[in-house]
């Protein structure tokens, strides 16, 4: 395992601590990158990975008591190490990559054309903490630390980073279009790489999700047979962990033991009732949904309806976003509370607008990446969309956010009638006979994304007095939330030469 966080954690937070796979008969290597912990160099971000993980797989190979077999494990940098060497020819023998990607504006840095607000910050002042504390400077070791205890960061945290840390490669992605190609790193692996027995585990609600699918389905573009897990994870909490399975995947591949029992391509927990179950990236989607509502959906949380594809949609809703008091973003995927939560408050709010379906009649599975597609217009040259999808428990005793999903919209196009987009986080869930589906649209989602000024400007922050109030115009009538395969899938028809 190579990471930057000092290797005396070993990514405990998610694994076994690396005693248990030497009990169980391992070498374990766990090694800082250049520039942390106690590693020599300067810190540089995924740029200097390439290089130096050459060097380190075949230094591992070299010690001793290797056998010259390796495997490498390890979640979010630590996964992207795996992926990451000059020299294919020193590729592991197995790799089991965990909640990461390969695209550093799509996997890591953004959302729906808006930078990753609270969890890039958060991150970003982690990695500088550790490099003012190699320079021995307490005092912004601690401003840094009071500053994400505080939540001060989500206001200050640029100037921070700027202050102390200011080549940190978390900065660098907030300087750049979350919209658009240009400047951002989209790592390659070759072939070989891809090819070799893979492991990848994601989580429903870790912001990496796609990323792993990505991997995934790029794994077996190459020819490689991986394995996919998805539970009903954050980033962090695992749930008692994957390290049984790891070590079955390990010693099937490192000491050619057969796994004890068949291992299914894919499986994935229900975000609905918890059970796991096998997937498939190719499930055919459900049916997809129309909106309806005669003007109340944004004040009263039950007006709004979802209808079945036979229905015509109808009526409009106004919506305005008041900076003052932006919507919250609260779990999900890209909370630094991540996970389920119960949001019926949120959507009493007049500023959210709600969308119920009626209570089921039978058990209907979600699978897939959801996708609102909805006609609108602003009177300011930026807004955002941020959407909610949740299961409403019989009786409404409970809403339980499922996915969330954002898209952000800047310039004088903004002020024109167009269809707009929204993916959802993918999801796999069960709606039970007698609970309701629901849609919730709002214009923020702080601080899960920065606050849009309504100045056709990126937004970098919370709401400040330049901020204006922005009113949205949503066009029912042709208005739609349908299910889709998984973004692994949709990449099969991808004209990309690097699958």
């Not at 005693?19 to 990158?33: K, P």
């Not at 009071?146 to 206001?155: A, I, K, N, Y």
């Not at 129309?290 to 709004?304: K, M, P, Q, T, V």
């Not at 109808?314 to 305005?320: A, F, N, P």
Request: glycine letters at 12%; hydrophobic letters at 40%; aromatic letters at 8%.
């Amino acid at each position: 395992m190579r990471q930057p966080y000092g290797r005396a954690i070993a990514s405990t937070v998610t694994s076994a601590h690396p005693h248990w796979y030497a009990s169980q008969g391992y070498g374990v290597a766990v090694q800082d990158v250049r520039g942390r912990g106690d590693s020599g160099g300067d810190f540089a971000g995924f740029a200097q990975e390439a290089r130096d993980g050459a060097t380190a797989l075949a230094w591992a190979r070299s010690l001793p008591w290797c056998n010259g077999r390796l495997g490498t494990y390890g979640f979010s940098y630590q996964g992207l190490t795996q992926l990451l060497s000059d020299d294919p020819a020193l590729a592991p023998d197995c790799l089991a990559p965990a909640m990461t990607g390969l695209d550093e504006r799509l996997h890591w840095a953004s959302e729906g054309g808006a930078h990753r607000w609270a969890l890039g910050l958060a991150w970003a002042l982690q990695l500088a903490a550790e490099t003012v504390r190699r320079r021995g400077n307490e005092v912004a070791w601690r401003t840094i630390q009071r500053s994400l205890r505080s939540g001060h960061c989500l206001d200050h945290g640029l100037a921070l980073l700027e202050r102390h840390d200011p080549g940190a490669m978390g900065l660098g992605w907030f300087s750049l279009d979350p919209a658009s190609d240009g400047g951002w790193t989209r790592h390659r692996p070759a072939a070989a790489l891809l090819r070799k027995p893979m492991l990848v585990v994601g989580g429903w609600w870790d912001a990496q999700l796609s990323g792993g699918l990505d991997l995934y389905w790029r794994s077996l573009a190459a020819g490689g047979k991986p394995l996919l897990r998805i539970g009903a994870w954050t980033h962090l909490d695992w749930q008692g962990g994957i390290d049984r399975l790891q070590l079955a995947f390990f010693d099937q591949h490192l000491r050619d033991r057969p796994p004890p029992l068949p291992q299914p391509r894919q499986r994935s927990a229900d975000l609905g009732s918890g059970l796991w179950s096998e997937t498939s990236p190719f499930a055919p989607p459900a049916p997809r949904w129309r909106l309806a509502s005669n003007g109340l959906a944004a004040i009263d949380a039950g007006e709004g309806e979802l209808l079945g594809p036979e229905e015509s949609g109808r009526g409009e809703v106004w919506l305005v976003h008041d900076p003052w008091r932006p919507v919250p973003g609260r779990g999900g995927h890209l909370g630094l509370d991540a996970g389920p939560v119960e949001r019926g408050d949120l959507d009493r709010r007049g500023d959210v607008a709600c969308f119920t379906s009626a209570p089921m009649a039978q058990t209907l599975r979600l699978e897939g990446q959801a996708e609102l597609e909805l006609e609108v217009a602003a009177d300011q040259p930026g807004f955002d969309l941020c959407g909610a999808l949740s299961i409403v428990r019989r009786q409404g005793a409970q809403v339980l956010q499922i996915s969330t999903g954002v898209g952000r919209f800047l310039g004088p196009e903004c002020l024109r009638f167009q269809r707009r987009r929204i993916l959802f986080q993918p999801l796999l869930a069960t709606v039970a006979p007698g609970e309701r589906l629901r849609l919730s649209i709002a214009a923020a989602a702080w601080p899960q994304i920065a606050v849009n000024p309504g100045t056709g400007e990126t937004p970098l922050g919370p709401a400040g007095p330049g901020h204006r109030p922005i009113t949205l115009q949503l066009v029912l009538p042709g208005a739609s939330l349908e299910l889709m395969p998984w973004p692994s899938a949709r990449l099969a028809s991808s004209s990309d030469p690097t699958l």
